[in-house]
């Protein structure tokens, strides 16, 4: 059972956008860095975000990372078919001494 | 270019154990932590354990400590994972991944992870 929260599932039509919440506590997400990977089937996962809201070369600024307390959100606009993954975020807890993820977000563009 | 190539991974029996290694190239090896982190089929990510860059902080999931060692080899960039007393609750994807940050006491995330390898628990 992860610490932090996602919703299951996420939809949008081609050009909207979508947000994903990553709800988490004081230990966590209140207090250390966030980062979101995206995860297509049978490959392996690739970060979106890292230090909360740094996206790495080549990830297109389509993506954004916020937080606001002890959660934390991705943001995706201009959705693409080439968007549908599963996203996941994921955090160092500091009471546990552990990264944790996200329960996981399957995004499907209508 | 930055590439982790994860390799050991196979078919275990119950109650055995299994060592996974990870190659690195592409980056300053010895410059980040390394991290280890699992899938189950179908399900979703689950880190295993995490070591800096000095080997000086390790940290493991509670679901493995006391079973699971990893370990480091900076002169040859290699991330190792020993694995002993292997159960059908550890039959998963293991990937090796590499941290933005030197130190495990501050983890920004993971930028660049391996193709992964297969680690299947059966008798």
């Known amino acids: 059972q992860s610490v932090l929260t996602q919703p299951p599932s996420v939809s949008a039509a081609p050009g909207q956008k979508v947000t994903i919440s990553c709800s988490g506590g004081?230990?966590?997400?209140?207090?250390?860095?966030v980062a979101w990977y995206q995860q297509t089937p049978g490959t392996a996962p690739k970060v979106l975000i890292h230090?909360?809201?740094k996206r790495p070369s080549g990830i297109p600024d389509r993506f954004s990372g916020s937080e606001s307390g002890s959660s934390a959100t991705l943001g995706i606009t201009g959705l693409q078919t080439g968007d549908e993954a599963d996203y996941y975020c994921?955090?160092?807890?500091?009471?546990?001494?552990?990264?944790?993820f996200g329960t996981g977000t399957k995004v499907t563009v209508l | 270019e930055v590439q982790l190539v994860e390799s050991g991974g196979g078919l275990v029996q119950p109650g055995r154990s299994l060592r996974l290694s990870c190659a690195a190239s592409?980056?300053?090896?010895?410059?980040?932590?390394m991290h280890w982190v699992r899938q189950a089929p179908g399900k979703g990510l689950e880190w295993v354990s995490g070591?800096?860059?000095?080997?000086?902080?390790?940290a493991y999931a509670d679901s493995v400590k006391g079973r699971f060692t990893i370990s480091r080899d900076n002169a040859n960039n290699s991330l190792s994972l020993q694995m002993n007393s292997l159960g059908a609750e550890d039959m998963a994807f293991y990937y090796c991944?590499?941290?933005?940050?030197?130190?495990?006491?501050?983890?920004?995330?993971?930028?660049?992870w391996g193709q992964g390898t297969l680690v299947t628990v059966s008798s």
């Open positions: 991944a590499k941290d933005v940050s030197p130190t495990i006491l501050v983890v920004g995330g993971f930028d660049f």
């Open positions: 592409g980056f300053t090896f010895d410059d980040y932590a």
């Open positions: 070591i800096s860059w000095n080997s000086g902080s390790i």
């Open positions: 004081s230990s966590n997400i209140g207090k250390n860095y």
């Open positions: 230090d909360s809201n």
């Open positions: 994921g955090t160092w807890d500091s009471s546990l001494s552990a990264y944790v």
